[in-house]
């Protein structure tokens, strides 16, 4: 990570790729790249690097210039906020791809495998909206980016509400999952995702509630066979 800082000479350097539970191949021909503020941010959001802060390293003086800390009143994705934030102040990042950190991924006792929709759901469309009121960074990239990843979390919330069994409940949100996942289908068709994952959009805009209990089920075995994607 600090070899990418001094070729970049960048405030931000991103290891773009993590060992995970089921992947410990290395990468063995490294690319380094440079990427603007803007590039970076609608790749978090996508996201096409993972969003958490710990792939990544910041210079202090960046940190404390801005007086950027985290946010005590987001309970979920609070890193992004961060990285999102920090990210509109950098002169550039360094980006690399070969792997230096150990991600695991099949804590079934982790926050964000148990479904909690006050925290994990509610909490997430706070922490995109949060996101989306105080970028600083406008551009045409990082709105289709912001409109992909609320309706992210719109899936993921309509998914903590399934998994919790909560859908009387949370009613009224539970219902406003369902429009938005369908209404949004078509223009997300024009972001910047794979075509597997336009796919996705498809079949959920068809049938939110039955794709929803498919990834739940999908989720439960991978769990439990230590294959989570």
Same mark, same amino acid.
């Given at each position: 990570?600090?070899?990418?800082?001094?070729?970049?000479?960048?405030?931000?350097?991103?290891?773009?790729?993590?060992?995970?539970?089921?992947?410990?191949?290395?990468?063995?021909?490294?690319?380094?790249?440079?990427?603007?503020?803007?590039?970076?941010?609608?790749?978090?959001?996508?996201?096409?690097?993972?969003?958490?802060?710990?792939?990544?390293?910041?210079?202090?003086?960046?940190?404390?210039?801005?007086?950027?800390?985290?946010?005590?009143?987001?309970?979920?994705?609070?890193?992004?906020?961060?990285?999102?934030?920090?990210?509109?102040?950098? +002169?550039?990042?360094?980006?690399?791809?070969?792997?230096?950190?150990?991600?695991?991924?099949? +804590?079934? +006792?982790?926050?964000?495998?148990?479904?909690?929709?006050?925290?994990?759901?509610?909490?997430?469309?706070?922490?995109?909206?949060?996101?989306?009121?105080?970028?600083?960074?406008?551009?045409?990239?990082?709105?289709?980016?912001?409109?992909?990843?609320?309706?992210?979390?719109?899936?993921?919330?309509?998914?903590?509400?399934?998994?919790?069994?909560?859908?009387?409940?949370?009613?009224?949100?539970?219902?406003?999952?369902?429009?938005?996942?369908?209404?949004?289908?078509?223009?997300?068709?024009?972001?910047?995702?794979?075509?597997?994952?336009?796919?996705?959009?498809?079949?959920?805009?068809? +049938?939110?509630?039955?794709?929803?209990?498919?990834?739940?089920?999908?989720?439960?075995?991978?769990?439990?066979?230590?294959?989570?994607?």
């Amino acid at each position: 990570m600090l070899s990418i800082i001094s070729i970049t000479q960048a405030d931000i350097a991103i290891s773009a790729n993590s060992f995970t539970t089921i992947n410990l191949k290395q990468i063995q021909n490294d690319k380094i790249e440079i990427y603007t503020p803007e590039k970076a941010i609608t790749a978090f959001l996508y996201p096409g690097i993972r969003i958490g802060c710990w792939n990544k390293i910041y210079k202090k003086d960046l940190i404390e210039k801005h007086k950027l800390r985290f946010i005590p009143e987001l309970t979920t994705g609070e890193g992004l906020q961060f990285i999102t934030n920090i990210t509109q102040f950098a +002169n550039h990042i360094g980006v690399g791809h070969r792997k230096v950190y150990y991600y695991r991924i099949n +804590n079934i +006792n982790s926050a964000t495998t148990k479904p909690n929709v006050e925290r994990q759901g509610k909490g997430s469309l706070a922490t995109i909206e949060y996101i989306k009121n105080n970028l600083l960074i406008k551009s045409p990239q990082i709105e289709m980016a912001l409109r992909w990843h609320t309706w992210s979390c719109y899936l993921y919330t309509l998914r903590n509400i399934s998994e919790a069994k909560e859908e009387k409940k949370y009613k009224d949100l539970y219902v406003k999952c369902i429009i938005v996942l369908r209404k949004e289908t078509i223009p997300l068709l024009k972001t910047k995702i794979s075509f597997k994952q336009k796919i996705k959009i498809i079949l959920i805009g068809i +049938n939110p509630v039955i794709c929803t209990r498919l990834i739940i089920l999908k989720r439960r075995i991978q769990i439990k066979s230590d294959k989570i994607e």
